[in-house]
């Protein structure tokens, strides 16, 4: 089950690296420095393959795909 | 509340309705010893409070409604009520104040040293930790070394109390980053997960609280919830401390009802000290307003969101009409993109560009916001705290209140005719 996952990137990990955007293009862009903007929402379905892989192969592990926390408004 | 009725019987406190509350009432310079603190605020009865008590008194900081006063706003109970359900805890104090225009912790440090290790210290024992660090600007650790010393010497406390100077960062002050510093001596924002109140300082739930809050939770326990809000408005009750600088008369810190109108805050600060156009609201990570506006609204953030603009940390900075927000802005923003941690992506290179296409604005080299809109919508929320996001609020601000400006500057004319920076910014450092 991989229903209302969402892929999240921790910004300090990450190093622009850009693999995520070329295996994922459908949810994940880069900004004009190279550094991935994850799509807002869960990952889809059909796309959940993709999103494991981008996962996978993300060189500085700064990319996963967690159950959306849960409701709480912490700033 | 029943471990204060005994004090409140020896000692009513001052009048709810009577401010300041945190700072002295006279206008000395010097910090007040333990002896005229509890002359004036009576005992606080905090250690060997039993479990039902801590929680009633986790109950009433609820009711009282006490947000905090670092600049989020963060409801003070719920982060009270999250650490204490963790084991083995710590409390810790936070005077940082990286940010270069607000002093209102380091005058609450520098004149009510007690009324903040009273809040560490219960705030400690509420939650059940058994060492409160606090962390202080540079300027006022000898005063709090001094306090604290006063403290053991009476054997006021069992809880720990530990004093440490704050990191002199801007970013240094982020809650993260607070406990990077405490533990491993770097003072820059860690990643969440994990949330500090589960896992912070040396692995342990961590309660991180600006030492305003912790004075005004001191307050609280001794008098109760009925009396914290008697001033203030229903949605943010309580006193706050602000700062007002630029062009006013008597720049200082003082201490308002929240809800104050902005035009009676200034006339704290001896009004306006020539004709004003804008004011900054919060801190660096607030907003501009357009002066008149902002004059009859009530100085809290559910007053002031109606301009998009909040109470922040408590800032008031006031533009004259002869100064240019754009080059104001410009040369914040530049400060800002130099304070990054330097560890996100977004915030490192996006933030410097901002800083650049703003300055190239200022100077009227460019007059095309496409770029810098762009980059703007690119980089706001996505770093590992609040940095970019504050930054770019202030711009976007910015680019609405001084929107006459921006067609000025293109047309190579500026209204400014001072010279004289008005926002503070420390000198450049190399990075």
Redesign the interface.
Known sequence: MTAGRRLLV???????RGLCAEILPELITL?????P?IRDGDVPGQLTAEAREAVRVCPKLALRLERPPKASP?? | MRHTTDSRQRHAGPAADQLPRLLPADSGTGPAGLGEHLARYGPLRSAGLSRPQREALIDEVDRSGLAGRGGAGFPAARKLAAVAAGHNPVVVANGTEGEPASCKDKVLLARSPQLVLDGAVLAAEIVGASQAVIVVHHSVREIVDAAAAERTQAGADRVRIRVMTAADRFVAGEASAVVHWIGDGVPTPTRKPPRISERGLGGRPTLVHNVETLAHLALIARYGAPWFRAVGTPAEPGSMLVTILGAVNEPCVCEIAIGTSVQETLSLAGGASAPLQALLLGGYYGSWVDLAAAQALPFSSEGLAVLGAGAGAGLIAALPQDACGLAETARVVRYLADESARQCGPCLFGLDAIAGELQRLAEGSTSDLSLLRRWLGQVDGRGACSHPDGAVGLVRSALDVFKPELGQHAQGWCRATRMANVLPVPPRRQP
């Open positions: 921790d910004p300090i990990a990450c190093d622009g900004d004009d420095w190279g550094f903007i912490r700033p």
